[in-house]
């Protein structure tokens, strides 16, 4: 990461970042929270480019972005309106403690680990990790897929209205 180019660009998604997941944190309408958790996914992938991890890039904006902030956001807009909002709640001061404290660890970690670096360059390539996804991960790859899938169609059935169940003939 040599240059100002680089460098600027940290930074850049840096404050993206930083600013959305805020957003999530802040934001009373449920809509408008996932909505900066969609920036906050794109600008992790961001920074995955930067450390010239295109593959997992791909991967965050496809899977995070694509398919589980798009379910959350579907989930969100199947929930009545009168339960979209994100209200007041007695646990702020707690939250807040709690981490202030967490925060001061990760300090705490980030500056008395001792960080080992690696001299040669891996050798990790988007085709070997098709051919592990696709060889000898593809049971556990399909598993998951048809899991998640189930899990969507199960989130799809426990909202649907009794009308729409009668409709279908399924009540």
């Known amino acids: 990461m040599d240059g100002a180019g680089p460098t600027l660009a940290f930074w850049a998604l ?19 929270a996932v909505l900066f958790l969609i920036l906050s996914f794109v600008g992790i992938a961001g920074f995955f480019l930067l450390l010239s991890a295109e593959f997992l890039a791909m991967a965050q ?16 807009l199947l929930t009545p309106a009168v339960g979209r909002d994100n209200g007041e709640t007695r646990f702020i001061a707690p939250a807040l403690l709690l981490s202030v404290a967490l925060a001061a660890v990760f300090i705490f970690v980030i500056h008395d680990t001792t960080w080992n670096t690696v001299d040669e360059d891996p050798r990790a390539t988007v085709e070997s ?33 009794p009308e729409e169940e009668a409709e279908d003939g399924l009540a």
Do not use: C, K
């Not at 840096?14 to 408008?32: D, E, I, P, Q, Y």
């Open 14 to 32: 840096s404050a993206v970042t930083l600013v959305a997941a805020g957003g999530v944190l802040v934001s009373r309408n449920l809509l408008h």
């Open 61 to 76: 904006v496809v899977i995070y972005v694509g398919a589980i902030a798009v379910l959350v956001l579907f989930a969100v």
């Open 129 to 161: 990790l098709g051919t592990a996804l696709l060889g000898r991960w593809v049971l556990p790859f399909e598993i998951a897929s048809v899991l998640l899938t189930a899990a969507l169609v199960g989130a799809i059935m426990l909202v649907r209205s």
